[in-house]
Protein backbone atom coordinates (compact mmCIF):
# COMPACT_ATOMS: atom_id res chain seq x y z
CA UNK A 1 0.00 0.00 0.00
CA UNK A 2 1.23 3.80 -0.88
CA UNK A 3 0.92 6.04 2.18
CA UNK A 4 1.84 9.58 2.84
CA UNK A 5 2.43 10.39 6.38
CA UNK A 6 2.86 14.49 7.35
CA UNK A 7 4.50 14.54 10.49
CA UNK A 8 6.23 11.62 10.08
CA UNK A 9 9.22 12.63 12.29
CA UNK A 10 6.79 13.22 15.71
CA UNK A 11 6.62 10.97 18.26
CA UNK A 12 3.76 9.35 16.99
CA UNK A 13 5.00 9.29 13.34
CA UNK A 14 8.06 7.97 14.44
CA UNK A 15 6.58 4.63 16.59
CA UNK A 16 3.99 4.10 13.88
CA UNK A 17 6.79 3.74 10.97
CA UNK A 18 8.28 0.99 12.85
CA UNK A 19 5.26 -1.17 11.99
CA UNK A 20 4.39 -0.26 8.18
CA UNK A 21 7.58 -1.41 6.58
CA UNK A 22 6.10 -3.92 4.27
CA UNK A 23 4.17 -0.50 2.63
CA UNK A 24 5.59 1.57 0.14
CA UNK A 25 5.62 4.94 3.03
CA UNK A 26 6.60 8.54 2.00
CA UNK A 27 7.41 10.24 5.55
CA UNK A 28 7.13 14.24 5.42
CA UNK A 29 8.91 16.54 8.09
CA UNK A 30 9.35 19.83 8.56
CA UNK A 31 13.19 19.54 9.19
CA UNK A 32 15.82 18.43 6.92
CA UNK A 33 17.73 16.74 10.01
CA UNK A 34 14.77 14.83 10.15
CA UNK A 35 15.10 13.19 6.97
CA UNK A 36 17.66 10.50 8.34
CA UNK A 37 15.19 9.50 11.50
CA UNK A 38 12.43 8.61 8.77
CA UNK A 39 14.58 6.90 6.29
CA UNK A 40 16.20 5.00 9.38
CA UNK A 41 12.55 3.70 9.91
CA UNK A 42 12.28 2.47 6.33
CA UNK A 43 9.92 5.74 4.81
CA UNK A 44 10.87 7.91 2.13
CA UNK A 45 11.77 11.49 4.78
CA UNK A 46 10.73 14.33 1.98
CA UNK A 47 11.09 18.00 3.39
CA UNK A 48 7.67 19.97 3.07
CA UNK A 49 5.79 22.59 5.15
CA UNK A 50 1.96 22.14 5.17
CA UNK A 51 1.48 24.86 5.06
CA UNK A 52 2.49 25.51 1.77
CA UNK A 53 0.03 23.33 0.13
CA UNK A 54 1.53 23.65 -3.76
CA UNK A 55 4.52 21.99 -2.46
CA UNK A 56 2.54 19.26 -0.48
CA UNK A 57 0.31 18.84 -3.38
CA UNK A 58 3.62 17.98 -5.33
CA UNK A 59 4.73 15.88 -3.13
CA UNK A 60 1.13 14.15 -3.21
CA UNK A 61 1.13 13.97 -6.90
CA UNK A 62 4.68 12.26 -6.80
CA UNK A 63 3.74 9.52 -4.40
CA UNK A 64 -0.04 8.62 -5.72
CA UNK A 65 -0.96 7.60 -2.00
CA UNK A 66 -3.75 5.58 -1.92
CA UNK A 67 -3.72 6.64 1.94
CA UNK A 68 -3.01 9.69 3.65
CA UNK A 69 -2.39 10.69 7.26
CA UNK A 70 -2.26 13.67 9.82
CA UNK A 71 0.00 12.82 12.34
CA UNK A 72 0.77 16.64 12.69
CA UNK A 73 1.47 18.44 15.52
CA UNK A 74 3.63 21.86 16.68
CA UNK A 75 2.95 20.86 20.55
CA UNK A 76 6.86 22.13 20.82
CA UNK A 77 6.24 25.23 19.31
CA UNK A 78 3.31 26.29 21.55
CA UNK A 79 -0.64 26.09 21.77
CA UNK A 80 -0.91 29.13 19.07
CA UNK A 81 1.35 26.85 16.66
CA UNK A 82 -0.42 23.51 17.49
CA UNK A 83 -3.88 25.09 16.99
CA UNK A 84 -2.79 26.55 13.56
CA UNK A 85 -1.64 22.77 12.23
CA UNK A 86 -4.99 21.47 13.05
CA UNK A 87 -6.50 24.41 11.34
CA UNK A 88 -4.37 25.34 8.74
CA UNK A 89 -2.11 22.72 7.90
CA UNK A 90 -4.23 19.79 8.53
CA UNK A 91 -6.64 21.61 5.40
CA UNK A 92 -3.85 21.26 3.30
CA UNK A 93 -3.39 17.55 3.79
CA UNK A 94 -6.98 16.89 3.38
CA UNK A 95 -6.91 19.17 0.24
CA UNK A 96 -4.46 17.19 -1.03
CA UNK A 97 -5.10 13.81 -0.03
CA UNK A 98 -9.01 14.80 -1.99
CA UNK A 99 -6.72 16.35 -4.97
CA UNK A 100 -4.73 13.00 -5.84
CA UNK A 101 -7.45 10.72 -5.42
CA UNK A 102 -6.26 9.07 -2.49
CA UNK A 103 -8.86 6.65 -0.88
CA UNK A 104 -8.18 6.85 2.86
CA UNK A 105 -7.39 9.49 5.11
CA UNK A 106 -6.11 9.18 8.36
CA UNK A 107 -5.94 12.17 11.40
CA UNK A 108 -4.47 11.95 14.79
CA UNK A 109 -7.10 13.70 17.43
CA UNK A 110 -7.24 13.61 21.24
CA UNK A 111 -9.56 11.67 23.74
CA UNK A 112 -9.30 13.94 25.97
CA UNK A 113 -11.00 17.27 27.05
CA UNK A 114 -9.46 20.35 25.47
CA UNK A 115 -10.99 23.54 26.04
CA UNK A 116 -10.86 26.98 24.53
CA UNK A 117 -9.26 27.61 21.00
CA UNK A 118 -7.40 24.30 21.54
CA UNK A 119 -11.15 22.68 21.77
CA UNK A 120 -12.42 24.42 18.55
CA UNK A 121 -9.09 23.39 16.45
CA UNK A 122 -9.79 19.71 17.51
CA UNK A 123 -13.67 19.88 16.97
CA UNK A 124 -12.75 21.34 13.48
CA UNK A 125 -10.52 19.21 12.49
CA UNK A 126 -12.39 15.82 13.47
CA UNK A 127 -15.33 17.59 11.57
CA UNK A 128 -13.41 18.15 8.21
CA UNK A 129 -12.19 14.68 8.21
CA UNK A 130 -15.24 12.87 8.79
CA UNK A 131 -16.47 14.96 5.58
CA UNK A 132 -13.49 13.34 3.44
CA UNK A 133 -15.01 11.84 0.50
CA UNK A 134 -13.21 8.20 0.97
CA UNK A 135 -12.78 6.23 3.80
CA UNK A 136 -12.09 8.85 7.21
CA UNK A 137 -10.63 8.07 10.53
CA UNK A 138 -10.07 9.94 13.13
CA UNK A 139 -8.10 8.36 15.85
CA UNK A 140 -8.45 9.83 19.55
CA UNK A 141 -5.30 9.29 21.13
CA UNK A 142 -5.35 9.09 24.99
CA UNK A 143 -2.08 11.17 26.65
CA UNK A 144 1.47 9.47 25.41
CA UNK A 145 3.96 8.27 27.53
CA UNK A 146 7.23 7.09 27.28
CA UNK A 147 10.61 8.02 25.73
CA UNK A 148 9.92 10.88 23.41
CA UNK A 149 7.22 12.25 24.90
CA UNK A 150 6.40 14.78 27.78
CA UNK A 151 5.76 12.18 30.09
CA UNK A 152 8.03 9.20 31.54
CA UNK A 153 5.24 7.20 33.47
CA UNK A 154 1.66 6.91 32.68
CA UNK A 155 0.15 10.36 33.16
CA UNK A 156 -4.07 10.73 34.08
CA UNK A 157 -6.68 8.90 32.04
CA UNK A 158 -6.82 8.47 29.26
CA UNK A 159 -2.95 7.63 28.71
CA UNK A 160 -1.25 4.78 26.13
CA UNK A 161 2.33 4.20 25.76
CA UNK A 162 3.65 5.09 22.91
CA UNK A 163 4.97 2.25 21.64
CA UNK A 164 1.37 0.71 21.67
CA UNK A 165 -0.08 4.14 20.13
CA UNK A 166 2.18 3.24 17.18
CA UNK A 167 1.19 -0.38 16.92
CA UNK A 168 -2.47 0.73 16.87
CA UNK A 169 -2.16 3.25 14.73
CA UNK A 170 -0.53 1.28 11.84
CA UNK A 171 -3.54 -1.19 12.20
CA UNK A 172 -6.23 1.13 11.98
CA UNK A 173 -3.89 2.95 8.89
CA UNK A 174 -4.04 -0.16 6.98
CA UNK A 175 -7.54 -2.00 8.18
CA UNK A 176 -9.46 0.37 10.61
CA UNK A 177 -13.06 1.00 9.70
CA UNK A 178 -14.35 4.32 8.71
CA UNK A 179 -14.96 7.14 11.89
CA UNK A 180 -13.97 8.06 14.94
CA UNK A 181 -11.43 5.50 16.95
CA UNK A 182 -10.31 5.73 20.60
CA UNK A 183 -7.04 4.73 21.20
CA UNK A 184 -6.14 4.51 24.92
Known sequence: MRILIAGASGVLGRSTLRHLAEHDVVGLTRH?????????LGARGVVC??????????VARRSEPQVVVNFLTA?????DANNRVRR???ANVQRAAEAV???????????????GDAASAVEKLERSTLEFAGDALVLRFGRFWGPGTFHETPPDPPAIHI?????????????GARGTHTVA
Open 32 to 40: RRNVDVVEG
Open 49 to 58: DVHDYEALHA
Open 75 to 79: LSEGV
Open 88 to 90: EGA
Open 101 to 115: GAARLVVESVAFLLR
Open 163 to 175: SQAGQEAARLIIE
